[in-house]
């Protein structure tokens, strides 16, 4: 099953996202989170390497779907990916999509069986109902 790691300037953002998609699909989705450069609470910002780490936990043969907040999550994350070793990093995408409608879709889509390239699509085409 496809993971999805979350990607947060903000611990607390992340969490919040963490702990609606939980309840969403019942747990049935591995999800983590990455938010604050440390664990002390206030701290913005993340580390490549904390972002690497969260690819691991939930790393498996389908794959790894990360949505980032903005800019330097993306950043972060690309980096992260470079540090993977090379059979890792052909399995780790990142969704161009806002960070909590992104990751309802994505984590519904992979609770109903979709693989990777189906969660970044639904993670992605989620983009469009802020227009509604």
């Given at each position: 099953?496809?993971?999805?790691?979350?990607?947060?300037?903000?611990?607390?953002?992340?969490?919040?996202?963490?702990?609606?998609?939980?309840?969403?699909?019942?747990?049935?989705?591995?999800?983590?989170?990455?938010?604050?450069v440390?664990?002390?609470?206030?701290?913005?910002?993340?580390?490549p390497?904390?972002?690497?780490?969260?690819?691991?936990?939930?790393?498996?043969?389908?794959?790894?779907?990360?949505?980032?907040?903005?800019?330097?999550?993306?950043l972060?994350?690309?980096?992260?990916?470079?540090?993977l070793?090379?059979?890792?990093?052909?399995?780790?995408?990142?969704?161009?999509?806002?960070?909590?409608?992104?990751?309802?879709?994505?984590?519904?889509?992979?609770?109903?069986?979709?693989?990777?390239?189906?969660?970044?699509?639904?993670a992605?085409?989620?983009?469009?109902?802020?227009?509604?």
């Amino acid at each position: 099953m496809v993971g999805i790691v979350i990607v947060s300037h903000s611990r607390k953002l992340a969490e919040g996202v963490k702990e609606l998609l939980d309840q969403m699909v019942k747990g049935n989705v591995k999800v983590e989170l990455v938010g604050g450069v440390t664990a002390e609470p206030g701290t913005l910002g993340m580390s490549p390497m904390s972002v690497k780490e969260a690819i691991v936990k939930v790393m498996d043969s389908e794959g790894v779907l990360i949505i980032g907040d903005m800019g330097s999550a993306i950043l972060s994350s690309k980096t992260a990916i470079k540090m993977l070793a090379p059979e890792m990093k052909e399995k780790v995408v990142i969704a161009d999509a806002p960070l909590v409608e992104g990751s309802f879709a994505a984590a519904v889509e992979i609770s109903a069986g979709g693989g990777l390239e189906d969660a970044k699509r639904a993670a992605e085409e989620s983009k469009s109902l802020r227009k509604i």
